[in-house]
C-alpha cells in the first residue's frame, strides 16, 4: 500500500510540473529568432500565437508540440492564417501534412527528450505554412 502512495504521489508531482510548464509557455509566450507569429481566426476573432518556426526542405512549418493547441485547431477550421516570419507579417495556407513528410520535419526537428518529458509527451503535429 506504501508503494502504490510513493507512486500516486510521484504522478501527481509529475502532473503538476507538466501544468505549470505548459502554463507558464502559454502565459509568457516566449520569442526569438526561431519562432513566428501565427494569426488564427475562428468565428470571427483573430488570436495570435507564438510558435515555433520551422523550416524543411524550402518551406516553413509550424508544429502543435503541446497539450493545449487551440491555434492548431482553429487553423485545421479556417487554414487561411497570417503568420509575421522575421518581422514580415504575410497570408498563408495552414496545411496539415501527411506521415512522410511528418516525419522527415519531425526528423530535422526533434526537441528532445527534456522537451518530451516536460510536455508529458504530446502527440506532436505539423502545419506546412503556404504563401498565399
Same mark, same amino acid.
Given at each position: ?14 502532473? $503538476?510540473?507538466?501544468?505549470?510548464? =505548459? ?9 526569438? =529568432? ?9 468565428? $470571427? ?21 503541446? +497539450?493545449?493547441?487551440? +491555434? ?14 522575421? $518581422?514580415?507579417? $504575410? ?7 501527411? =506521415?512522410? =513528410? ?31
Amino acid at each position: 500500500m506504501k508503494a502504490v502512495k510513493i507512486v500516486v504521489i510521484a504522478l501527481l508531482v509529475y502532473v $503538476g510540473i507538466i501544468v505549470a510548464f =505548459e502554463s507558464l509557455i502559454g502565459f509568457l509566450q516566449p520569442a526569438g =529568432e526561431t519562432t513566428l507569429v501565427i494569426s488564427t481566426t475562428a468565428a $470571427g476573432e483573430s488570436r495570435d500565437r507564438v510558435v515555433s518556426q520551422l523550416e524543411s526542405g524550402g518551406n516553413f512549418y509550424v508544429a502543435a508540440n503541446h +497539450w493545449p493547441r487551440a +491555434w492548431y485547431n482553429r487553423a485545421l477550421e479556417n487554414p487561411n492564417v497570417q503568420a509575421t516570419v522575421n $518581422g514580415v507579417k $504575410g497570408d498563408y495556407l495552414a496545411v496539415p501534412v501527411g =506521415e512522410a =513528410e511528418s516525419a522527415r520535419v519531425y526528423s530535422e526537428h526533434d526537441p528532445g527528450l527534456m522537451f518530451r518529458v516536460l510536455t508529458g509527451f504530446p502527440p506532436r503535429y505539423f502545419l506546412r505554412l503556404d504563401p498565399r
